[in-house]
């Protein structure tokens, strides 16, 4: 939802044109632009860094079915799952600033180009003394949704032997009672 908000602002823009080249730079950077400026990379390259096989939730911090189902394939494919509480805080923080700002502007009738939010984005995140991504890196999203669905692969067995579904959980609790 956090990157939903900002593609909002951007739609509000005088000339705004979801088939511009603009436009679709801008949806393409903004989550690695944000991811990047709170933990240093982008969503991709956390994607690599942290989806593990070995790790519990296979390093994953939330997921759909939290706190006690199964990992599902498209848990493992959203940066946003992998970041830590603090990660999570500064991003949630930062988006509800940035929102703040771009109502400020709304309230003030200052009207917005697509370029105008591209730059002030970059500007915001100078202000707030945060590194910003200049380019595209080297992970692109589907090499690390491909990495990721491997881990999640050697993962899934040990998850299928683990897991206790909650008929499973209920028959243990009367076998117990007995």
Known sequence: ???????????????????????????????????????????AELIMQRADSEKDYMGLTSRKNDPNGKIIKTDISIAKNYL????????????????????????????????????????????NEKEILTNSRKVSHAIAKSFAKSEFEKYRIVQDKLFESDFDKLMNKVGKKK
């Open 84 to 127: 830590n509480k603090n990660e999570i805080k500064s991003l949630d923080r930062f988006v509800t600033m940035y929102l703040d700002y771009a109502e400020t502007q709304a309230e003030r009738n200052i009207p917005m180009s697509m370029e105008d939010w591209s730059v002030k984005l970059n500007a915001f995140l100078q202000f």
């Open 1 to 43: 939802k956090f990157y939903q908000k900002i593609t909002d602002i951007y739609s509000t823009a005088f000339d705004y044109n979801i088939d511009s080249p603009t436009t679709r730079n801008f949806f393409a950077t903004i989550q690695s632009k944000l991811h990047f400026a709170i933990h240093g990379n982008t969503a």
